[in-house]
């Protein structure tokens, strides 16, 4: 059964009861304060004006019994996975707060047992039997009794599976000799602590202890089957009202509990409990742990926020990053692209020599053209009054002339076609082709050689005739 469903039981139950202390069973509760309990929920608290203790506004049981077996399902649902590696650490560190109790333990002895109310997974048990003390308990839940026994090495005889009652009730028939009665973690989830108190005094003998711990108010520990939390009044004032004195009393601020030890006095248990009158405030501790406890709700939520705020840094982070590479890849786009443009100015520039040398070669080879086709043709003019040829001698004959005797010189043995070829690809040559099957070698030098000469009839005559023929040319 899901704890919803159980308080939906608690709910139902014909005789509920919020209007009375669970500790004393006084009925002014004067409402205190509101607090988030571990589920979330605003729980209202209330203060009993008799005894001071802490009463959160949960609807309970109110008959022991049924108290009981609520309380049974709780904590069976809450440790039905545990198991031996579990209880087996559980004992562990259990034998630790055996030891812390060591002073008011004593030796272990046959007439000095320890008994445990409420032994749940056995581990204080266990610790306290492998110190070699004589133990006894009881636990109202099979599931867990049965794993205390199994896990914990506790037989049939030393953990009990029955209600504190009826324990009590052994223990006075069977005259057992309980001198120190453990109840940890167990008095704030008794229906009717004072009367468990009562009757753990009629049992022991002054000077006997009740070891015994408890939880103080903190979100935590704020669920329904916690019925109250002590003050030290409170615990004062239960103490004197059951044949107890305070012994021992100490805080754990940092886990919000309380551990005591009361000592039974000499005397009867005493007829009445707390008799009436105003409780003080909440108390110092009280407070101290609220305090704790705000502070530590206010840790996690700056803690939640730091997380949230560092994710976003991370987040960040990675965004200036990936900018970064974004940008670093622009910048290297960048560069390749000056790179290129460069390389295409480049190629431009070089495209534009090449096509002037283009055309160039281009008219330089048609004024070639030109003087052999009138070469073959057999006509003798004069190479000065020809303004092509003298244009022909400033770009193309000076060139021409050392490429051909460059080659005659390369190529002595070679025949005349293979010259002519080569002169021809050289300058580009496009000629008729029945022009060209009458060019010799011969005519191709004396061709250039004409050329030459021209150009140094030219050049003794002067540039004016070069310009004029330049101009001439221009002009056509």
Known sequence: MQTA???????????????????CG?????????LADKAGKDVAIRQCMQCSVLVPGYVRHSDPTEATAWQVQLHEQQWEAEGEAEIARLVQDCATLVDSFSAQLGAPAPDRWICEIGAGRGGLLGALKARGYRVVGCEPSPLLCERARRFAA???DELLLC??????DRIEADRWPVRVFFLWHVLEHLARP??????????????????AQCPLLRTDWLYPEH???????????????????VSRLEYDHERAFVAFVFRRRHGPVPRRAWNGGSAPRVGAEHERVLAIDEIRRLRARIEADTRVLLDRERGLQAQALLLDERARRIESLEVERDRLARALAEQKKHAHVLEEQRLRLQAETELLRQVLITHARGERRSLRDEPLL?????????????????LRALNPPVVAPTIRERLVAYVGLSLPAAVAARLTPEDL??????????LKSLAKQGGRLALAAAKKVRGR
Do not use: N
Request: hydrophobic share 50%.
């Open 5 to 23: 469903e159980l308080l939906r039981s608690v709910e139902g139950d014909a005789a509920p009861r919020f209007g009375e202390c669970t500790l």
């Open 26 to 34: 006084g009925t002014h509760l004067a409402p205190a304060f509101e």
């Open 154 to 156: 506790l037989a049939e």
């Open 163 to 168: 209600s504190a009652d009826a324990l009590f």
């Open 194 to 211: 004072w009367d468990t108190m009562r009757r753990m005094a009629q049992l022991l003998k002054p000077g006997d202890l009740v070891i």
């Open 227 to 245: 019925y109250f939390f002590v003050t030290e009044p409170a615990l004062v004032g239960l103490a004197e009202s059951s044949g107890f004195e």
């Open 390 to 406: 003298a244009m022909f001698g400033l770009h193309a004959s000076h060139r021409l002339y050392h490429r051909w005797k460059h």
């Open 445 to 454: 030098d004396h061709a250039v050689g004409l050329a030459a000469g021209a």
